[in-house]
């Protein structure tokens, strides 16, 4: 089984651009999560999709935003890109079932974003 | 309401036991733990959920103490391969499935 895959790997750009991360989850996951990792502040819960909605939203500006597509793969757009956005994202999907408990978040390897 | 893990840091030998706790300031729902090797992924080890039930990994244990607002993850007779960083993710009735984080514990297994 194929696991969550996300691209680019590295992407360098300057301050004031856009940048766009892209996540496929595990077939069958509907749920899509996105956390910001900078060095020592551990994982920064960013957004939450499930079955193409927006459900939960982390604090952050309203420059980071997203979408779930149909196939259940997502995008996070950074917008205005500031030197302090320079971090390690990281996608996860998991399966979601309502009042019935969390399930497992199973993650990609990431995308290293370095803002010059 | 970023749970806070304690040790930050911890270094072991090889076999020796050790325990990281999670502690929240807010009645838990749920606790999650992951582990992840420099540049790789958080890889999930554990859930425990309110009122007791338990999946994860079999080598290691958990515990998930509702009146303390604390769960703590066991690793006895440590291997090299546990090395790494140690997170606990949590979140809170009616908080949906959103996790918030530790900032991680790093443990380091010598031979």
């Known amino acids: 089984e194929a696991g969550v895959t996300q691209s680019p790997t590295h992407l360098i750009k300057t301050r004031g651009q856009q940048a766009t991360l892209r996540c496929s989850p595990i077939s069958g996951h509907t749920s899509v999560y996105w956390y910001q990792q900078a060095l020592g502040l551990g994982l920064q819960f960013l957004l939450w999709?499930?079955?193409?909605?927006?459900?939960n939203r982390g604090n952050f500006p309203p420059r980071f935003s997203g979408r779930q597509f149909p196939n259940y793969s997502s995008e996070l757009n950074v917008n205005a890109l500031e030197l302090e956005d320079s971090a390690l994202y990281l996608c996860?999907?998991?399966?979601?079932?309502?009042?019935?408990?969390?399930?497992?978040?199973?993650f990609g390897d990431g995308t290293r974003l370095s803002i010059l | 309401q970023q749970p806070v893990q304690s040790p930050q840091a911890v270094i072991l030998r090889e076999g020796e036991d050790a325990v990281i706790n999670c502690s929240s300031s807010k009645a838990l729902y749920s606790v999650h733990w992951y582990r992840q090797k420099h540049g790789e992924a958080p890889v999930f080890l554990m859930i425990l959920l309110k009122g007791g039930e338990q999946k994860g990994h079999e080598k290691i244990s958990a515990s998930f103490n509702e009146k303390k607002q604390q769960s703590s993850l066991y690793l006895t007779a440590s291997q090299l391969s546990y090395s790494g960083t140690y997170f606990c993710?949590?979140?809170?009735?009616?908080?949906?499935?959103?996790?918030?984080f530790g900032k991680g514990t790093k443990l380091t297994v010598n031979p």
């Open positions: 993710g949590i979140n809170w009735p009616g908080g949906s499935e959103k996790l918030v």
């Open positions: 999709y499930d079955e193409g909605e927006e459900r």
């Open positions: 996860a999907s998991s399966l979601y079932y309502q009042g019935r408990g969390n399930q497992p978040q199973h």
